[in-house]
């Protein structure tokens, strides 16, 4: 069942992965043959402020979107999970932002972000708040992408309600007994069981939030603005290869948000491990 998928990471991410490789190890345009320039493209990211600010951008959109998408689908699947009344269409609706494509999903909030019109800043001024020029200013840009993708919580809610309905009833009936609130049995009973799914989440989702990012860049952030504050390291990659065609450059770019990647999953790990043996 799992061979479909294998084949399909293997011929379109993991064999032009490894095909970029040496490709960022020369200098490329795609009009003449490469040229061998070693270290040299490597040893231009650290100069590289464009480089710098996409990093930054990729890793706080990082820090703010995963956590959040992770609690958002934890707790809607421990409110569904109590069996409430209209919980099947609750699930559909949760769950239907996912099945959006992403250019549709990206255009809605395009308009709804509208600091004019739009109709996020106009249910603040209800509550007498001005809203914030989101795609306009840095930080309003910066934060829009991240309320953009707060609502695909789809998936996620899918593995928790798999996993919490894993959970052995006969634990959650005897903390019960003895006296444990509904937030302690929660606490020191359910997310300690699913903390596996829970974990299979939080590198999942690290991993989208860094390398699936380039439609929110070039719809909401128009190719990476306001002043590069949308630019993460997907968009900048794109722009060097197809803007600029500097192919080997780009493909440092890649390697190293690849790189990124792998140390942000290992950081996860060794956490996950302390907290376990902590348990």
């Given amino acids: 069942m799992l061979a479909p998928y294998a084949v399909g990471m293997t011929v379109l991410w993991l064999l032009p992965a490894l095909a970029a490789l040496p490709l960022a190890l020369t200098d490329y345009d795609a009009l003449s043959p490469p040229e061998w320039v070693g270290a040299a493209n490597l040893a231009a990211l650290a100069a590289d402020e464009i ?42 609706v949760f769950y239907l932002p996912t099945v959006v494509p992403d250019i549709a999903w990206a255009l809605v909030w395009l308009w709804l972000l509208n600091p004019i019109f739009g109709p996020v800043n106009g249910l603040l001024r209800l509550v007498s708040v001005e809203g914030p020029a989101w795609m306009v200013d840095p930080w309003g840009a910066r934060f829009g992408v991240v309320l953009m993708m707060l609502w695909q919580i789809g998936e ?13 009833g006969e634990t959650l009936e005897q903390a019960a007994v003895d006296g444990a609130s509904t937030w302690g049995a929660v606490r020191s009973m359910t997310l300690p069981l699913i903390a596996p799914a829970l974990l299979i989440l939080l590198c999942r989702d690290t991993i989208l939030s860094l390398q699936a990012t380039f439609v929110p860049a070039l719809i909401l952030g128009n190719g990476g603005g306001p002043n590069y504050a949308t630019t993460f390291l997907p968009m900048y990659a794109y722009d060097l290869a197809f803007g600029f065609f500097r192919f080997g450059y780009a493909a440092a770019v890649t390697w190293a948000m690849i790189a990124l990647t792998g140390l942000l999953l290992w950081v996860q790990f060794r956490l996950a491990r302390r907290w376990s043996v902590g348990l």
């Avoid at 820090?63 to 559909?92: D, E, H, T």
């Avoid at 996993?163 to 052995?168: E, H, N």
């Fill in 156 to 168: 996620g809610l899918v593995i928790c309600l798999a996993a919490l309905a894993d959970v052995p």
């Fill in 51 to 92: 480089f710098r600010t996409s990093v930054f951008n990729s890793l706080l959109y990082v820090a703010l979107a995963v956590p959040l998408r992770l609690l958002g689908a934890l707790g809607v699947a421990l409110l569904l999970a109590r069996k409430l009344w209209g919980g099947a269409p609750l699930r559909a």
